[in-house]
């Protein structure tokens, strides 16, 4: 009897199926994570673009003058920035609730993963734009460094900008890496999209590590995270925001999840 009573619950969660509000909110945490995933495909290009546009590579004073002549500009850029970091975050969570059934640990350490990467920018890029705005901005006490210094510095922070941005594309690359895993072993998110995200996560680990170790070659490697990365963040987030989940097999694992933890 112990033993029909003990395989009985493993039967049920073979075949049970999401009630109406399990759908629902499944519904609303994917298209929630689709729409954050297309505005960050959207504001970050914009707002790099807006600060890149203003860099000059190795003339300082060219640099310097342009950001001062188009402070809004340079300040807009980093408000977008600034508001990637918010929705980075935000789906960090969104994405731990959909996956923490397959495994709870490593949706955590993939959620964090995302987190960092967002702390990352914050701290790095956003502070070195900051930094650049005050090398332009002429105030008095900048007077103890002449024109010249001030300019190379403002340059040299956005130099920084590029080499921080190698610190973030580790963290993104793990994240990556660990929701490829979590997407192909999930049976509610098709196994291409989570094959196609460990191959993101593999190029952006690759182009961190191998401009890390040998920046001659960051212009290869920025194509080849080009062409592993965008098949897989672009395909997680049109299949989140138009298909969803398969709301019964989300249910039967986390049902199976709720099982092993008792």
Do not use: C, K
């Not at 199926?17 to 960050?40: E, F, H, K, N, S």
């Amino acid at each position: 009897m112990a033993a029909s009573t003990d395989a009985q619950p493993r039967t049920s969660a073979e075949h049970l199926t999401a009630t109406p509000d399990q759908r629902a909110r499944l519904r609303r945490l994917t298209r929630v994570a689709g729409v954050l995933y297309l505005a960050i495909f959207l504001l970050y290009p914009l707002s790099t673009t807006a600060r890149s546009l203003l860099v000059v590579p190795g003339d300082a004073a060219t640099t310097a003058a342009n950001v001062a002549a188009s402070e809004s500009l340079f300040r807009w850029g980093l408000a977008g920035e600034a508001a990637v970091v918010l929705i980075e975050i935000a789906l960090a969570g969104v994405l731990y609730t959909l996956l923490r059934p397959v495994s709870r640990t490593l949706s955590l350490a993939a959620a964090l993963a995302r987190a960092g990467e967002g702390v990352v920018m914050a701290a790095g890029n956003l502070v070195t734009g900051i930094m650049t705005l005050v090398m332009v901005s002429g105030a008095g006490y900048l007077t103890a460094l002449s024109l010249e210094q001030r300019d190379a510095l403002a340059l040299a922070y956005q130099d920084a900008n590029g080499q921080v941005v190698l610190v973030w594309g580790l963290f993104f690359g793990l994240h990556l890496v660990l929701l490829g895993w979590l997407v192909w072993r999930s049976g509610f998110l098709p196994r291409l999209i989570g094959l196609l995200l460990l191959l993101a996560g593999v190029g952006y680990l690759a182009q961190s590590f191998g401009v890390l170790v040998a920046p001659g070659l960051a212009g290869p490697l920025d194509v080849v995270v080009l062409v592993l990365a965008v098949p897989g963040e672009l395909a997680i987030a049109v299949w989140l925001l138009v298909r969803g989940v398969d709301a019964d097999a989300w249910a039967r694992r986390a049902t199976a999840a709720h099982q092993s933890q008792l």
